[in-house]
């Protein structure tokens, strides 16, 4: 049933429920316009706002003052660094490929390699030059530089690399001085 004001009216066990009808257009318009006004912020919101904002910039402070004394590095820390036993490193380089390491202090990574029976730690760069990366290429079984040309181990230089124990390590350890750096012994970058 319809009532005068266009609700619609059902009965349902003996009593007439109301359902009003939905608002036209214009008062659709005028409701959302009432209700959707932006508030301004009270007082404890923006005082809520403003520490949340303060500790979260603290917070970053406090997080980025860890990160670069964690990072910082003193002289003593930049000897020889360990990274493995001998017989395991050859053995795993003897049967894929040369290893590349990162620096641990943040420079220029470096190669691993067998030479001669040796282990050897290869510099990055080609020797002369200070942005010209050395790649190991498994398909081409060499090493490959900046200009695309082929290079073998003798034509890189190389970092110091001690074998023995030290500072209460296992025998046959493996350790990298980068301060220490020898040159190719083939400086003539033929490849071999």
């Not at 009808?21 to 919101?45: E, G, I, K, N």
């Amino acid at each position: 049933m319809v009532d005068v004001a266009g609700s619609v009216s059902w009965v349902t066990s003996g009593k007439a429920t109301r359902h009003p009808s939905p608002p036209s257009p214009r008062d659709a318009r005028l409701l959302a316009t009432t209700r959707m006004r932006d508030v301004p912020p009270s007082r404890s919101d923006r005082q809520l706002l403003l520490i949340t904002g303060s500790f979260l910039v603290i917070a970053a402070v406090f997080f980025g003052g860890v990160l670069w004394v964690a990072t910082l590095r003193k002289s003593s820390d930049n000897g020889p660094q360990y990274i493995g036993r001998e017989r395991s490193l050859e053995r795993k380089i003897l049967k894929a490929s040369p290893y590349y390491f990162a620096n641990p202090s943040g420079g220029d990574g470096y190669w691993l390699d067998v030479e001669d029976g040796e282990l050897v730690a290869l510099v990055l760069d080609r020797p002369g030059t200070k942005d010209c990366v050395v790649k190991w290429k498994a398909q081409r079984d060499a090493y490959v530089d900046c200009n695309d040309q082929e290079l073998s181990s003798e034509n890189l230089d190389r970092y110091k690399v001690t074998i023995g124990p030290r500072d209460g390590s296992p025998k046959g350890s493996v350790y990298v001085d980068f301060r220490k750096i020898s040159p190719a012994p083939n400086r003539g970058l033929s490849p071999s």
